[in-house]
């Protein structure tokens, strides 16, 4: 099978420093390759290349538009070239236009065209004035793929599609990434210079909508109550490729913590394993969370809010929620897990096998189903 995937036109597909859905296209484009389908990976950037990733071949279309032209400018490239890859699956993500611009940019084609989405609404939604036209582009595809059931629900609601038209397929964990390694863990906090203090460890956008701003007060109710305890936050500042500091993680180190900025993925294994627990206090808007994932697959215990797809990933053996926006709810399961080894033992134990669920090999798996089955 030849399989052409075809990103979002913001981050290349290689960039290492964090992106769920660029993430989602390398792991499930390798595993893919080594399954022995040819895969072509179309990621925008700002000169052609084209790059061996572990067996699959990325093709790099230089793109020179900004914004909504910037989409265009790469789906019209992409689907040039891959007239002369006549892939069998052409799938997209989060491109909602894909499948009306495969018809016509791809003439004669007899691809199936899959979607996968990490957010239900594309291109400003309703206040959009092309919303109709969307609301058909969505249709158009053979295969449309939201990232929890949570997201399928709510997709189903906003465009009206009957929720039979679409297939939950989680985004997923390298398990031979992420695993629980103690030595890591160790070697991290020496070079961050953290000693015995209860490690709480955010990744993800900093921002009002993550509820960054709501963990950083439970971590001052915390520290003003003289707990011996230490957050790190790890994460662009609002969204993937900022870089730089705002009112949150001044809050921050104001209050002793310590912000990381954008961590690559060749140490954010070690960043994972350093911590006690692993907290993410979404408030709204969350359709699955991959940090979560690879966190309990470290071996972390969780503390989530209990929204969106999160109730998807973290089960009640794995981890702790409380209510979107509840400081108060918070604050007290950190305490919790703080006071309570047994607890933290119990959660811990279970966590591995709960992110063993999204282990990619399944993931992939699950996707070949679709392609054959769309």
Not at 65 to 76: I, K, N, P, S
Not at 98 to 105: T, V, Y
Not at 136 to 147: D, W, Y
Request: hydrophobic share 40%.
């Amino acid at each position: 099978m030849t399989i052409a995937h075809i990103g979002p036109p913001h981050l290349p597909i290689l960039y290492s420093l964090g992106g769920a859905t660029e993430r989602r296209i390398r792991e499930t484009a390798a595993r893919q390759a080594q399954q022995g389908s040819r895969v072509i990976v179309y990621s925008a950037e700002d000169k052609r290349q084209v790059i061996d990733y572990m067996g699959a071949e990325v093709r790099a279309v230089e793109c020179t538009r900004q914004g909504l032209m910037r989409a265009a400018e790469f789906l019209v490239k992409s689907l040039r070239d891959a007239r002369s890859v006549k892939p069998d699956v052409i799938h997209f993500h989060t491109l909602a236009e894909g499948a009306e611009f495969a018809r016509f940019f791809s003439r004669g084609s007899h691809a199936k065209t899959v979607l996968s989405f990490d957010y239900f609404i594309f291109r400003r939604g309703k206040q959009n004035p092309l919303f109709p036209w969307y609301r058909r582009a969505l249709n158009s595809f053979h295969s449309l793929l939201p990232v929890s059931d949570y997201c399928r629900r709510e997709s189903a609601a906003y465009w009206r599609i009957p929720q039979e038209r679409m297939r939950v397929l989680y985004n997923g964990v390298s398990l031979q990434q992420f695993h629980p390694d103690p030595q890591a863990a160790a070697a991290r906090r020496a070079a961050l210079g953290i000693e015995d203090e209860f490690v709480l460890l955010y990744v993800g956008r900093v921002c009002l909508q993550k509820g960054t701003d709501l963990l950083v007060d439970a971590y001052a109710r915390l520290r003003r109550e003289g707990r011996k305890v230490k957050l790190v936050i790890a994460g662009p500042i609002g969204q993937f490729g900022h870089e730089g500091a705002n009112e949150i993680t001044q809050r921050l180190q104001e209050n002793g913590g310590m912000y990381l900025g954008p961590v690559d993925e060749a140490i954010l294994p070690s960043v994972y394993n350093m911590a006690d627990a692993f907290v993410l206090p979404t408030r709204v808007n969350e359709m699955f969370g991959m940090a979560a994932i690879e966190a309990q697959a470290c071996g972390r215990p969780a503390i989530c809010s209990n929204h969106g797809g999160l109730p998807e990933v973290v089960n009640q053996k794995s981890g702790l929620l409380f209510e979107s926006g509840d400081l108060d709810g918070l604050t007290e399961r950190i305490r919790a897990l703080m006071d309570s080894a047994d607890l933290r033992e119990r959660l811990s134990a279970a966590a591995v096998p709960n992110a063993r669920r999204f282990a990619w090999e399944t993931i992939t798996s699950e996707l070949q189903h679709v392609y054959q089955t769309a």
